[in-house]
Nanobody, 125 residues
């Protein structure tokens, strides 16, 4: 059974940091690009960053460059999202997703086949 499970969400003060984890099972993660998406209340889901399966190339949306970092550990079948200098506008449900792709980095949600259930991140004082 294919599963992606996010963890590490929670309530954080502005300026704080958080690390989300995405644990994969039921498929060969090293063959998949992994992306992180987020959906804020009342807004459409947006892709924020992704990492390829080939050479580990990354894509970052302009809104998160310099504050978000994605990394993957294929041995642990886990992808991480490190978020620094959190802002209230980062409040959203964060989802990880997997796309069978070698070198191409998918950026749109319809390009991804598998999705996690989401992790809530709330940035508030």
């Amino acid at each position: 059974q294919v599963q992606l499970v996010e963890s590490g969400g929670g309530l954080v003060q502005p300026g704080g940091s958080l690390r989300l984890s995405c644990a994969a099972s039921g498929f060969t993660m090293e063959h998949y690009a992994i992306g992180w998406f987020r959906q804020a209340p009342g807004k459409a889901r947006e892709g924020v960053l992704a990492v390829s399966s080939g050479d580990g190339s990354t894509y970052y949306a302009d809104s998160v460059k310099g504050r978000f970092t994605i990394s993957r550990d294929n041995a642990k079948k886990t992808v991480y999202l490190q978020i620094n200098t959190l802002k209230p506008e980062d409040t959203a449900v964060y989802y990880c997703a997997a796309s069978l792709s070698s070198w191409y980095i998918p950026k749109l949600d319809y390009e991804y086949s598998y999705w996690g259930q989401g992790a809530q991140v709330t940035v508030s004082s």
